[in-house]
């Protein structure tokens, strides 16, 4: 069997039987079906995660009696007018499952953008028609769960086994920029190359119509999916995405800099893997950008001029684009503060997330040279001052001076921030070293 999991056996097969049982053929397509194989074929065991989202296309079912047999098995929200997408979504006791289960459909380009196209569900499609609309031959793969039959009307099989990233259709394959950036990030994930014909047209697929999330939401994917982001950007140059997307890139990638920022990237990607979203993208972002500087003489400047093209603030909270730029500019302080005070380490966490310095600076440097001791000297310190979750907090705040007596004004916040730089400096500890040290303020 390709899929010998419990969530197939338990959820998704019961809804195949009972489309046989209603005279069609529910065959489950994309990610999974595709990962899968390229795990039993090439025995790459780290694509395989825990099946969440599935999708199955149903064979020679109407709309309406495909929308009764699904909402048998589950909560169904239905997505489309002229097509029928069934979301359905499973629970029982703390397992969920979210399956999308839609009728074979064509896709026909009438817009500019990703929302442009024209979608036309089909029950009684042929499997080889249904799958033009993909992009990617080894996406284009049908399978059976209750036959264990594999469908493959592309070859995608034979391209896995290649290791090639090929498209499906040279017509259907220009209606959606997007595709392009979707190479990169096949190639990077698996370590695929691009079909010379595929790679031809995807360098001649304008990309000004993709709106900055989706551009991002690729990038994304290349850094958090990719064991080696490194092949993305080396695909991204190749299709002419950094060119037409990424003009500081492109100068970047004809100087001595360019490698060191791909080596410094693969090596941030196995550094990064138990941080959180937010976090590791941040490093990655700060590793992409650390020697935009030294093509352009305003560090800050180039380094938001790239965040532009994603549009990128915030993520979940987290001040990504402030970080970046504060982690690409203070990096060298990593080294510099190898003799400094612990003010000094105490002021530069309230600028920067020192494990993200720490993991920017060993990043570069482990590319650069292999080493990483003084990187490795800085964090040792940041543990030791109990830096690691950032600076201290305030022991004396306003609300304390008010209760001291001290009027409203300007004043409060100045001698509030004197306590606190000495504080910083390790001169006082205590709240009663503070009002102490306030008290003196308001004598003199």
């Not at 380094?303 to 990504?320: A, C, M, Q, S, T």
Request: charged share 30%.
């Amino acid at each position: 069997m390709l899929l010998e999991d419990r969530t197939i056996e338990e959820f998704v097969k019961p809804i195949c039987r009972a489309v046989k049982a209603a005279g069609g053929r529910a065959l489950l397509v994309g990610g999974l079906v595709r990962d899968c194989l390229i795990a039993k074929l090439l025995s790459i065991s780290n694509l395989l995660q825990k099946v969440r989202d599935l999708d199955l296309e149903v064979y020679g079912i109407e709309t309406e009696r495909l929308r009764t047999i699904v909402a048998a098995f589950g909560r169904v929200n239905e997505v489309g007018e002229s097509f029928s997408v069934y979301k359905l979504s499973i629970r029982r006791n703390s397992a969920r499952l979210e399956i999308d289960v839609s009728l074979p459909r064509s896709e026909s380009k009438v817009g500019r953008g990703h929302r442009g196209f024209k979608i036309q569900g089909d029950p009684y499609m042929s499997y080889q028609q249904a799958a033009r609309r993909r992009d990617f031959t080894i996406n284009a793969i049908l399978y059976d769960p209750l036959t264990d039959e594999l469908i493959d009307p592309y070859d995608g099989i034979g391209d896995i086994r290649r290791r090639l990233i090929r498209m499906v259709d040279a017509q259907t394959f220009v209606d959606d920029s997007l595709r392009v950036l979707r190479a990169m990030v096949f190639a990077a994930r698996f370590e695929f190359a691009i079909d010379p014909e595929t790679a031809a047209l995807c360098r001649r697929i304008p990309l000004d119509d993709l709106p900055h999330e989706r551009i991002w939401m690729e990038f994304e994917k290349l850094f958090l999916r990719a064991q080696k982001p490194s092949v993305g950007l080396r695909v991204a140059l190749q299709l002419a995405v950094v060119n037409k997307l990424f003009p500081e890139l492109a100068i970047l990638s004809e100087g001595a800099f360019w490698e060191l920022t791909l080596n410094a990237l693969d090596v941030a990607a196995r550094l990064t893997e138990n941080l959180s979203r937010a976090r590791r993208l941040t490093v990655m972002l700060a590793v992409l950008c650390l020697y935009l500087a030294e093509e352009a003489n305003d560090v800050t400047a180039s380094v938001l001029g790239l965040l532009d093209k994603f549009n990128l603030h915030r993520i979940g909270g987290y001040r990504v684009r402030q970080q970046v730029c504060r982690l690409v500019t203070n990096r060298y302080k990593v080294v510099q503060l190898a003799k400094g005070s612990d003010g000094e380490y105490r002021r530069l966490a309230r600028l920067c997330d020192l494990e993200l310095l720490y993991l920017v600076a060993k990043a570069e440097s482990l590319a650069a040279c292999g080493e990483a001791s003084a990187q490795e000297a800085f964090w040792e310190r940041v543990k030791a001052l109990g830096l690691e979750a950032g600076a201290p907090r305030p022991i004396l705040l306003g609300r304390h001076l008010l209760e001291l007596g001290l009027k409203p004004g300007r004043k409060v916040g100045e001698i509030a921030s004197a306590v606190y730089e000495m504080q910083l400096d390790g001169q006082i500890s205590t709240f009663e070293e503070a009002v102490d040290a306030a008290s003196r303020m308001l004598k003199g």
